[in-house]
């Protein structure tokens, strides 16, 4: 199960990292900027507007983690879209350490034997499912998780696929989407894992997610790619 832990798994060497890339150069500011870090933690820090550009601006040995870039990356997008949630930040940027890792967006699990290559594929597996155990909780997540993910990151490929065969839209995504994460959130297991306010916040703000993860993918993933569609976006 993917859970909201990648900002647990920053180290001093990561923040030492943040306050090297926010100082640009200046050891002055960098002193300053790791006596913050002393005094009130890492936020702050992780949470200063010129960070991401910051750190893609590295140019040295020293190069972010992905745990740390992955946050700083997702936490951003999010408060450029008016979210400013710590945890479902931690948690998407879970979601995309962990789907980045060859074919685990296909499962619903890293250790299982079905794959899903389609939404309707997970459907049917739901349909008719004893679903109060933990098979059926992860079936509901991966609704969210791989709609976002897909969506999110991939709108070029969904445009392409929806003009050539007939595919689904972005909207169809953000509906399965939104209620993969609202029925996960009503599992009786969510609550027992502590994610039951972290899928209701997916939920209830689903599209807004899809749009920057959007953002995220035509700004820092695939910012030297140009489509129409990715024009369009950005006017």
């Known amino acids: 199960m993917i859970l909201a832990n990648v900002r647990g798994r920053l180290r001093i060497q990561d923040f030492r990292l943040v306050a090297l890339a ?6 002055g500011r960098r002193a300053r900027y790791e006596q913050l870090l002393l005094e009130q933690g890492p936020d702050p820090l992780l949470d200063d507007p010129g960070l991401l550009e910051a750190l893609l601006a590295l140019r040295s040995l020293a190069v972010p983690s992905p745990p740390l870039f992955a946050y700083v990356a997702v936490r ?6 008016a979210v400013d949630d710590r945890e479902l930040a931690d948690y998407l940027a879970a979601l995309l350490l ?27 597996d739901l349909t008719g499912l004893d679903d109060a155990g933990e098979r059926g909780l ?4 991966h609704l969210g998780n791989y709609s976002l993910w897909f969506a999110g990151l991939f709108p070029d490929y969904i445009e392409a696929r929806r003009t050539r065969k007939g595919g689904p839209d972005l909207p169809y995504y953000d509906e399965v989407g939104r209620q993969g994460y609202r029925l996960a959130s009503e599992h009786r297991l969510a609550e027992r ?11 209830e703000r ?19 790619v140009s489509t129409p569609e990715k024009i369009l976006r950005n006017l």
């Open 22 to 27: 926010l100082a640009r150069g200046d050891a």
């Open 76 to 81: 951003h997008a999010l408060r450029a879209a």
């Open 98 to 124: 962990e789907f980045g890792d060859h074919d685990r967006h296909t499962r619903i699990r890293r250790a299982d034997d079905e794959s899903y290559s389609y939404l309707v594929d997970i459907v049917e």
């Open 138 to 141: 992860l079936l509901r997540v």
């Open 193 to 203: 894992f502590g994610v039951a306010s972290i899928y209701r916040s997916a939920a």
């Open 206 to 224: 689903f599209p807004t997610l899809r749009v920057a993860f959007n953002r995220l993918s035509d700004r820092v993933f695939f910012r030297n």
